[in-house]
Every structure is written in structure tokens, then in C-alpha cells.
């Protein structure tokens, strides 16, 4: 019995020193910051950009020749992650991205972040951010890159005069214009096909939702294109309707039509900067002046709260006379500057719009999009001193006759890949910018008797409907 007992102490004793061994150890490796050390016991696997599941969004990154950088620019997306199977590598870029990932039980990994490791280096230009190939065998795609091909087979989309809700400045065919052939040209990315909008698909997605469109007139362009895109999947052409009954008209700048049948809006809510417009009063003259509150986000922010999809645009308001001049006009807080750089100021302003996205929007619900800066074509002068387009009739086939990449994107891609909220970047700017046929030019008016070639202010900058815009809404449709 003694020796049974010794035997049985011995054992007990050792497992103790042991167990005393063991638990520093262990204690030590937690602690460590010798992160080799932990990943050689732990067998912590990979967690580099090569191990993204099929069907993730994954940017696909391309530089223009414009830029000097060579780092490789980054932008936020958010998707759900799907099963492990088919999981393939993707090339690696020049400096890997740190991947920040947030997890809910109930959902999975979310793929929340994608962020250069230096926030201080210059992005590359990306020509767009691929959307997810619905195969595992297909590679990602950019979208910007490719082509206009004729196809009066599938467009236009819709016929015109068959919308009720385009502005009478985009009804080029009503307004007169003979030709017709720059309604059925298709955008053709190189590497693959753009999916054709389906209204109805699209508005099961918005069942329940609201789809916000906010900027200036030509996100109004492109709201009024979904407008009638949407129109097209309803059995009951009169199941939509704007809740207030406001016809749409120049003067009004907010809007939003219902569809009852899918419980859904589709809103347009204007500001020409996204930040705040003012006037300075001169109480000694009786005199009053404009500026712009680069620091103070626009009044119809309100409007913006609580959306499932937000599209913003901003650029062309920044071109015009007082703006581009930069003099007694832009104001922080109680300072309004003597003169300030036009693109400091656009650059101060989006800062604003930015911290406004990342403090007020719920990064779960609701999906930023910005659309990228849409080019104008005008010849022989600006929209104010004679430039014109209605002898346009046939898009830019040669890319070498495009003009360089807008420095406002620039500055737009620098400031979303710092931000918290994902935003996702419509880069419909260089596609756009073959479409020289594509502007209202002199038919952005009702017909009128003997049309003269002195006609004033042709109109360079907006697009016909159909049009244009319905391309760029197919891009947006292949992201949603």
C-alpha cells in the first residue's frame, strides 16, 4: 500500500513540473512580440491578399501614363465573403495592402478595408475598381477599359419620348436633332461583357430601400437615366410617382418618386459642391456677395441620412468664373480668403464631405458611390463664348485624341482611400470621354423656326436621354 501510494505521488509530481513548465511558456509566446515565434507553434495560416474567396470584389489596379507614382493605389470595398472552395490566387501587387477584416457571427468575414500601408504616398490612377466575375474561372475586370461598339440591336435602352421624366434639356430627339445613331453604341470593357441592366432584378434589390442621387446636374443626368431604366421593368408604367407630385422642371432641385410596388424611392437631391453656399452682406454698402463654406457640409446633408445607396458627383460647378478664380470667395469659419487655389479649396471641401460620409453613414446599410468627373466637349470657346458640339455626330475612336485624366478625380482618390466608410468610385470619366456625339449641344431646347448656327450657349457638358447616362447607370448596376 506504501508503494502504491509513493508511486502515485511520484506521478502527481511530475505531471506538476510539467504543468510548471508548460504554462510560462505558453504565457511567454502570448506575449511575445516575436510574431515568427507564435506563427511556427501555432501554425497561424496566410492571411495575404492570395486568399481571397471566389467572388470577392478585388481592385484591379492600372497607371496611367500621367502619373509618376509607383505605388500601387488603393480603394475600400465591402462584400460578403462566400464557401472556401475555388479559391485562386491573384497576382501580387507591388506593395500588398493591409486587409482589415470585421466579423459577425451571424454573417461571416467582411472583406472591410483595403488601405495602402503608407497613407502618405501618391495613388496610382486606377482606370476603374474591377467588378466580381460571377465565375470562378473569370478573371476581374476593368471595366473602363475598352471600346464603343454600334449596336442598334439591344440600344437604346428605352425609346425617346417614351420617359415622362427627362428635363426637356436632355430630349435632344424632341428638340429636333436629325441624327440618331449616338443612341446605339454599347460600352464594350476589353476584357469582358457589361452586364445589361435588368429593371426588374434591380428593383427586387431596392425593395424596401432608398437609392439617393446627390450633387450637381449632372447626377441629376444620370438620376433621371435610372428614372427611366427603372420605368422599363414595371408591368404598370404608372406605378411610380413623385410623393409630392412635382413635375420635374430646372427650378426645383429635390425630388423623390415612389414605386409603390417594390416599397421603394429613387431620389435627387441637389448641391452643386456638397458643401455650403452663402452670401457675405456688406451692411455698410447694402451689398451681398457669394461665397462657399468649404468647412460646412450642404443644408440637404439631412436628405442624405438613412439611404441604402448614395451617388455623388461634384466638378463642373468648380469650373466656373468666381470658382476657378479663388478670390473674396471660399470661406473657413469666419475667415473668408483673400484668394485661394481653386483645386486647395475643392480639395478642403471634399475633406469636409468626407468626414461628413465617415461620421454620419452606417457603413453596413448604406453604399457610397462617387461618379467619376464627366468631360465636355466643346470647340472654339466655352459654354459662355461660342464653343459648340452639334457637328459632332460619331464618337472618338482614337484614344491618343483623349485629353488627360481630370485632377479632380485625382484629388477624389486620394481623399476616399484615407476614409472609414467605403466608397466606391464610378470611374465612368475616361469612357465618357470618347462621346463628343453624345451632348444636347444646340438641341438642349424645344424646337424652334429656322435654327441658326449663332444659336447661343450650346450646351457641351449634360447628355441627351436616352444617352450616355444609361451606360453609366449599367455600370453602377454591375457594382449593386
Same mark, same amino acid.
Not at 199 to 228: I, P, T, Y
Not at 256 to 271: C, G
Not at 463 to 478: F, Q
Given at each position: 500500500m506504501y508503494l502504491e501510494f509513493f508511486h502515485r505521488w511520484r506521478l502527481g509530481f511530475l505531471f506538476m513540473c510539467i504543468a510548471g513548465i508548460l504554462l510560462p511558456f505558453f504565457g511567454f509566446l502570448a506575449l511575445s512580440p516575436y510574431s515568427w515565434l507564435k506563427d511556427f507553434v501555432f501554425s497561424i495560416p496566410n492571411r495575404s491578399l492570395r486568399h481571397y474567396h471566389a467572388g470577392d470584389v478585388i481592385p484591379v489596379y492600372r497607371s496611367m501614363p500621367s502619373t509618376s507614382s509607383s505605388q500601387p493605389w488603393t480603394l475600400s470595398s465591402s462584400r460578403k465573403t462566400k464557401d472556401a472552395k475555388n479559391v485562386r490566387a491573384l497576382p501580387s501587387p507591388v506593395v500588398s495592402p493591409t486587409v482589415r477584416t470585421s466579423r459577425d457571427s451571424s454573417k461571416g468575414i467582411f472583406v472591410s478595408d483595403l488601405q495602402h500601408p503608407s497613407s502618405t504616398s501618391p495613388p496610382q490612377i486606377p482606370l476603374s475598381v474591377s467588378f466580381p466575375s460571377?465565375?470562378?474561372? %473569370?478573371?476581374? %475586370?476593368?471595366?473602363?477599359?475598352?471600346?464603343?461598339?454600334?449596336?442598334g440591336d439591344h440600344y437604346p435602352l428605352y425609346q425617346p419620348s417614351s420617359c415622362p421624366y427627362v428635363d426637356q434639356a436632355f430630349?435632344?430627339?424632341? &428638340?429636333?436633332?436629325?441624327?440618331?445613331?449616338?443612341?446605339?453604341?454599347?460600352?464594350?470593357?476589353?476584357? %469582358?461583357?457589361?452586364?445589361? $441592366?435588368?429593371?426588374?432584378?434591380?428593383?427586387?434589390?431596392?425593395?424596401?430601400?432608398? @437609392?439617393?442621387?446627390?450633387?450637381?446636374?449632372?447626377?441629376?443626368?444620370?438620376?433621371?437615366? @435610372?428614372?427611366?431604366?427603372?420605368?422599363?421593368?414595371l408591368t404598370n408604367k404608372d406605378h411610380m410617382f413623385e410623393i409630392k407630385g412635382s413635375q420635374i422642371t430646372k427650378g426645383k432641385g429635390n425630388y423623390?418618386?415612389?414605386?409603390?410596388?417594390?416599397? !421603394? =424611392?429613387?431620389? $435627387?437631391?441637389?448641391?452643386h459642391f456638397l458643401v455650403a453656399e452663402g452670401k457675405q452682406v456688406d451692411h455698410e454698402n447694402n451689398k451681398s456677395r457669394p461665397i462657399l463654406h468649404i468647412d460646412t457640409i450642404h443644408s440637404t446633408s439631412k436628405k442624405w441620412l438613412n439611404a441604402d445607396i448614395l451617388? $455623388? =458627383? =461634384?466638378?463642373?460647378?468648380? &469650373?466656373?468664373?468666381? #470658382?476657378?478664380?479663388?478670390?473674396?470667395?471660399?470661406?473657413?469659419?469666419?475667415?473668408?480668403?483673400?484668394?485661394?487655389?481653386?483645386?486647395?479649396?475643392?480639395?478642403?471641401? @471634399? &475633406? =469636409?464631405?468626407?468626414?461628413?460620409?465617415?461620421? &454620419?453613414?452606417?457603413?453596413?446599410? #448604406?453604399?457610397? $458611390?462617387? !461618379?467619376?468627373y464627366s468631360p465636355r466637349h466643346f470647340i472654339g470657346g466655352e459654354w459662355d463664348s461660342g464653343g459648340r458640339c452639334d457637328k459632332e455626330t460619331a464618337p472618338i475612336l482614337e484614344e491618343s485624341q483623349l485629353t488627360g485624366y481630370p485632377d479632380k478625380m485625382l484629388v477624389i482618390q486620394d481623399i476616399v482611400q484615407r476614409m472609414k466608410h467605403p466608397v466606391q468610385i464610378l470611374n465612368v470619366t475616361h469612357l465618357s470621354e470618347f462621346r463628343k456625339d453624345a451632348h444636347p449641344s444646340m438641341y438642349g431646347e424645344s424646337p424652334r423656326e429656322n435654327l441658326s448656327d449663332k444659336s447661343p450657349h450650346q450646351d457641351c457638358s449634360h447628355?441627351?436621354? +436616352?444617352?450616355? +447616362?444609361?451606360?453609366?447607370?449599367?455600370?453602377?448596376?454591375?457594382y449593386i
Open positions: 460571377k465565375s470562378a474561372d %473569370c478573371e476581374p %475586370c476593368d471595366i473602363s477599359v475598352g471600346q464603343w461598339i454600334l449596336d430630349r435632344c430627339q424632341d &428638340n429636333g436633332r436629325p441624327d440618331s445613331h449616338y443612341l446605339k453604341w454599347r460600352w464594350k470593357p476589353k476584357d %469582358c461583357d457589361l452586364e445589361r $441592366f435588368d429593371a426588374r432584378r434591380l428593383l427586387e434589390k431596392l425593395r424596401g430601400k432608398r @437609392m439617393v442621387f446627390a450633387g450637381d446636374s449632372l447626377v441629376r443626368n444620370q438620376w433621371e437615366s @435610372m428614372l427611366c431604366l427603372l420605368r422599363e421593368g423623390a418618386f415612389r414605386f409603390p410596388d417594390y416599397n !421603394a =424611392t429613387v431620389e $435627387f437631391h441637389r448641391s451617388v $455623388f =458627383t =461634384t466638378g463642373h460647378w468648380w &469650373n466656373h468664373g468666381k #470658382t476657378a478664380k479663388g478670390k473674396d470667395y471660399f470661406q473657413e469659419s469666419d475667415v473668408v480668403y483673400k484668394i485661394l487655389p481653386v483645386m486647395e479649396a475643392f480639395r478642403r471641401a @471634399m &475633406n =469636409t464631405w468626407a468626414s461628413w460620409i465617415d461620421e &454620419n453613414l452606417n457603413r453596413r446599410q #448604406t453604399k457610397v $458611390f462617387f !461618379a467619376g447628355w441627351c436621354l +436616352p444617352g450616355l +447616362p444609361d451606360i453609366w447607370n449599367e455600370v453602377l448596376y454591375a
